[in-house]
């Protein structure tokens, strides 16, 4: 059974920093891409960032190019997402999202975590 | 970006009445690169239907999708409790993929 576990998650200042974590078992993770996708609190879906299986093809969102840095550790099976310089606008459910092919550009998301919520707030 | 308007914003009906969700793009999808995705309150969505119209693993026949270009539709046939939830479209064609704002499915 594939599962995708997040953390990392919780309360921070605007301008600090926050890493998640996406643990991931139940398939070989070192032959798939995956992403982050985000949820604002009401709103809708937003992709962030992907990688492929070999941690290249990455990809940011605009609106954290710059800020966030996604990358994996195959040999932990873990996905990563080091956020810096956190804004308001960045408060959201964080989710792990699976695609079924190595490469992370168009694919769509075949297994979600069930997310980690991060809150940016002074 | 390619954006995606899916409507109604919400739509009412009682179990066992046919359900219809539009996905309008603003630039056309080629390959039917078109996802849908179920999301019930504090879960993750599931995947539902790729390709416009291939249903994901363990997904029931009462959900099916169809469409190309800039118009897609995802139908369930017959409501079941279970399928009153939200739902987004998703296009992964163009880079970034985008998703829709999403058609609530509520119980009328």
């Known amino acids: 059974e594939v599962q995708l576990v997040e953390s990392g998650g919780g309360f921070v200042q605007p301008g600090r920093s926050l890493r998640l974590s996406c643990a991931a078992s139940?398939?070989?993770?070192?032959?798939?891409?995956m992403h982050w996708v985000r949820q604002a609190p009401g709103k809708g879906l937003e992709w962030v960032s992907g990688i492929n299986w070999k941690s290249g093809g990455i990809g940011y969102a605009d609106s954290v190019r710059g800020r966030f840095t996604i990358s994996r550790d195959n040999a932990e099976n873990s996905l990563y997402l080091q956020m810096n310089s956190l804004k308001i606008e960045d408060t959201a459910m964080y989710y792990c999202a699976k695609t079924p092919s190595p490469y992370s550009s168009g694919w769509f998301f075949d297994y979600w975590g069930q997310g980690t919520l991060v809150t940016v707030s002074s | 970006e390619s954006v995606l308007t899916q409507s109604p914003g919400t739509l009412s009906l009682s179990p066992g009445e046919r359900a219809t969700l539009s996905c309008r793009a603003s630039?056309?999808?080629?390959?039917?690169?078109l996802a849908w995705y179920q999301q019930k309150p504090g879960q993750a969505p599931r995947l539902l239907i790729y390709g416009a119209s291939s249903r994901a693993t363990g997904i029931p026949d009462r959900f099916s999708g169809s469409g190309s270009g800039t118009d897609f539709t995802l139908t369930i046939s017959r409501l079941e409790p279970e399928d009153f939830a939200l739902y987004y479209c998703h296009q992964y064609d163009i880079s970034p993929g985008t998703f829709g704002g999403g058609t609530k499915v509520e119980i009328k």
């Open positions: 139940g398939f070989s993770f070192h032959d798939y891409a």
């Open positions: 630039q056309s999808v080629s390959a039917s690169y």
